[in-house]
């Protein structure tokens, strides 16, 4: 069973340039979460999706930061343009339909590390 | 509002020897809990959760945790710790019925010293 899968795994880019991270959650999971991971700040939550639909993206930082899911295997998180300040780990996760949602995990995918020069 | 401590950066055990990572929480009715471990270089991968019923719930990689109502912790616990078992540890909380996304702790260094 595949999980969630992230590409690219590595991104490094000049700022200015336009970045865009891309996830396939879990095969008939309704839910895709974006988060931000560093150092300083932990694990944020970006922006989240239920049946393809942004609930809510109070967590993007920007407006440079965009996040779309056109259909329920894919999602793209877009930065434009890119700052150094944006270096981090970015992580997706999907969650499961079930008879009771609220007590389904988070299944995160292994991450894409961006370092912005 | 939901909310979890983490209340420990860093915790240094033997190996062999029992570890304990701690996990307090905050929610306005019943929690779910949730236990995940972030290896080097992965993502968050799930241990374990507690739902309903018994309070000690057994999870992945002979892992398990305690739910204690009255003092609203979640504690991860393993009776004999490997050198393998270090990693990034994070505890979440969701409530009941809630269709919302896990409040993630800040995280718990754990190292095992051979």
């Known amino acids: 069973d595949a999980g969630v899968i992230q590409s690219p795994r590595h991104e490094v880019t000049e700022m200015g340039q336009e970045v865009t991270l891309r996830c396939k959650p879990i095969?008939?999971?309704?839910?895709l979460f974006w988060y931000r991971q560093t150092m300083m700040r932990g694990l944020e939550l970006l922006i989240y999706?239920?049946?393809?639909?942004?609930?809510?993206d109070s967590g993007m930082p920007e407006d440079r930061f965009s996040a779309k899911m056109p259909n329920a295997s894919f999602s793209t998180l877009k930065i434009q343009p890119s700052e150094p300040r944006d270096s981090a780990v970015y992580f997706c996760?999907?969650?499961?339909?079930?008879?009771?949602?609220?007590?389904?995990?988070?299944?995160f995918g292994d991450g894409t590390r961006l370092s912005i020069l | 509002a939901q909310s979890v401590a983490q209340p420990e950066d860093q915790v240094n055990v033997a190996e062999g020897n029992p570890l304990t990572v701690k996990c307090t929480y905050s929610?306005?009715?019943?929690?779910?809990l949730f236990w995940y471990v972030q290896y080097p270089n992965r993502g968050l991968q799930f241990l374990l959760k507690?739902?309903?019923?018994?309070?000690l719930v057994k999870g992945s990689y002979g892992f398990e945790a305690e739910f204690n109502k009255s003092q609203t912790s979640f504690h991860l616990k393993k009776p004999s710790a490997l050198v393998s078992d270090s990693a990034l540890y994070f505890c979440?909380?969701?409530?009941?019925?809630?269709?919302?996304?896990?409040?993630f702790g800040k995280g718990t260094r754990l190292s095992v010293i051979a």
């Open positions: 095969s008939g999971h309704n839910s």
């Open positions: 929610v306005s009715g019943n929690p779910y």
């Open positions: 507690y739902i309903t019923g018994d309070n």
């Open positions: 999706f239920n049946n393809n639909v942004p609930i809510d």
């Open positions: 979440a909380v969701r409530d009941i019925g809630g269709n919302t996304p896990l409040v």
């Open positions: 996760a999907s969650r499961g339909r079930g008879r009771d949602i609220s007590n389904q995990p988070q299944h």
